[in-house]
Antibody, heavy 120, light 111 residues
């Protein structure tokens, strides 16, 4: 079965750090662009970051640039999001997703999400 | 940034009847490569988003044919030909032409 499973979400203090993980199975992980997206409680979806299959290219939404870092370990079929200097507005469910790129430029496989809560 | 605007934000529907959701972008989604990268997602209560449509009108794997997408330029529509109970949820449009941005979502409920 093709699936993505996120972990690492937690309650963290304002200004703190957290590292999310996403374990992939059933797909040739290393060839795919992967992404992080988030959804604040009761709100819509927001793209956060993309990382190329070999990790050589990364892109971020402006609001997280300089604070969040996406990385991957293809040998472990895992994707990561290091989140530093966390703000209250970073509170959200974070989803790992496969990005169909460059052909269709959309997220064609999603994980179940992991909740990050930033407390002041 | 490209802003995506959906309407309506709330859509009560009757089982077996058609339903349509509109999505407008703040600028054309026609990419320099000739493609238009507009997709649709369904999010059922308590679940993660599910891809429905990509590149305006292409159904994702396993998506029932009662779902269809249309449009061009800045105006797009998701249509459900005959609403079923399992279609309840929030629907999002998303553009992938210039980075990736989503509409606010349209909540579909049964009358």
């Amino acid at each position: 079965e093709v699936q993505l499973v996120e972990s690492g979400g937690d309650l963290v203090q304002l200004g703190g750090s957290l590292r999310l993980s996403c374990a992939a199975s059933g797909l040739t992980f290393s060839i795919h662009w992967m992404s992080w997206l988030r959804q604040a409680p009761g709100k819509g979806l927001e793209w956060v970051a993309n990382i190329k299959g070999d990790g050589s290219e990364k892109f971020y939404v402006d609001s997280v640039k300089g604070r969040f870092t996406a990385s991957r370990d293809n040998a472990k079929r895992s994707l990561y999001l290091q989140m530093d200097s966390l703000r209250v507005e970073d509170t959200a469910v974070y989803y790992c997703a496969r990005l169909n790129f460059p052909d269709y430029r959309y997220f064609d496989l999603w994980g179940q999400g992991t909740l990050v809560t930033v407390s002041s | 940034d490209i802003v995506m605007t959906q309407s309506p934000l709330y859509l009560p529907v009757t089982l077996g009847q058609p339903a349509s959701i509109s999505c407008r972008s703040s600028q054309s989604l026609l990419h320099s490569d000739g493609n238009t990268y507009l997709s649709w997602f369904q999010q059922r209560p308590g679940h993660s988003p599910r891809p429905l449509i990509y590149k305006v009108s292409n159904r994702d794997s396993g998506v029932p044919d009662r779902f269809s997408g249309s449009g061009s330029g800045t105006d797009f529509t998701l249509t459900i030909s005959r609403v079923e109970a399992e279609d309840v949820g929030v629907y999002y449009c998303m553009q992938g032409t210039l980075w990736w941005t989503f509409g606010q979502g349209t909540k579909v409920e049964i009358k």
